[in-house]
T-cell receptor, first 115, second 111 residues
Framework: GAGVSQSPSNKVTEKGKDVELRCDPISGHTALYWYRQRLGQGLEFLIYFQGNSAPDKSGLPSDRFSAERTGESVSTLTIQRTQQEDSAVYLC?????????????FGPGTRLTVL | GENVEQHPSTLSVQEGDSAVIKCTYSDSASNYFPWYKQELGKRPQLIIDIRSNVGEKKDQRIAVTLNKTAKHFSLHITETQPEDSAVYFCAAHRSARQLTFGSGTQLTVLP
């Protein structure tokens, strides 16, 4: 079946603009995760969804970052008033169940460049 | 919260030799430890995982060991091949909701 997909694959924006990143999880996966990966760095947890609720937003770096999810389907990560330090690859992952012990399958990521 | 440390950050081995990557974690309640491989420009992909009720798991040339008492786990790759070259990430299940990842190891297999 289809894996996790993300769009756009690349996004170049100017400092101060808002951006929306989209994630389509694997069908039937109830859990969805957003991570940020700066160049040459590890994966930084941002937010987790179980269904359309977000029980863990602890990783969002500032109030410029927000995310929502429609049911058990698509999620969007919004970054307002982008800054240069927001430049990174934003990865989405989904898993079958609620627990972190279910395998997380990653999307290809969106490479965000803030000029 | 959980803290995962991964060593080494870079590792070069000759083709055919073994590679070992080690991770330590801080939360004794962690009970799931996956390893991901990320090739350049690609998404992370799960290669093996281990749960806290076992000490070792093997899958062909890849094995993972877990020492819960010492709170560390390791990835072992035997008979390395050039296609094993990638960044490897360990992770620990910190809560019911998320994984905490190590900082990654760049493995280079020299032909």
């Amino acid at each position: 079946g289809a894996g996790v997909s993300q769009s756009p694959s690349n996004k170049v924006t100017e400092k101060g603009k808002d951006v929306e990143l989209r994630c389509d999880p694997i069908s039937g996966h109830t859990a969805l995760y957003w991570y940020r990966q700066r160049l040459g760095q590890g994966l930084e947890f941002l937010i987790y969804f179980q269904g359309n609720s977000a029980p863990d937003k602890s990783g969002l770096p500032s109030d410029r970052f927000s995310a929502e999810r429609t049911g058990e389907s698509v999620s969007t990560l919004t970054i307002q008033r982008t800054q240069q330090e927001d430049s990174a690859v934003y990865l989405c992952a989904s898993s079958k169940g609620a627990g972190g012990t279910d395998t997380q399958y990653f999307g290809p990521g969106t490479r965000l460049t803030v000029l | 919260g959980e803290n995962v440390e991964q060593h080494p950050s870079t590792l070069s081995v000759q083709e055919g030799d073994s590679a070992v990557i080690k991770c330590t974690y801080s939360d004794s309640a962690s009970n799931y430890f996956p390893w991901y491989k990320q090739e350049l420009g690609k998404r992370p992909q799960l290669i093996i995982d281990i749960r806290s009720n076992v000490g070792e798991k093997k899958d062909q040339r890849i094995a993972v060991t877990l020492n819960k008492t010492a709170k560390h786990f390791s990835l072992h790759i035997t008979e390395t091949q050039p296609e094993d070259s990638a960044v490897y990430f360990c992770a620990a299940h910190r809560s019911a909701r998320q994984l905490t990842f190590g900082s990654g190891t760049q493995l280079t297999v020299l032909p």
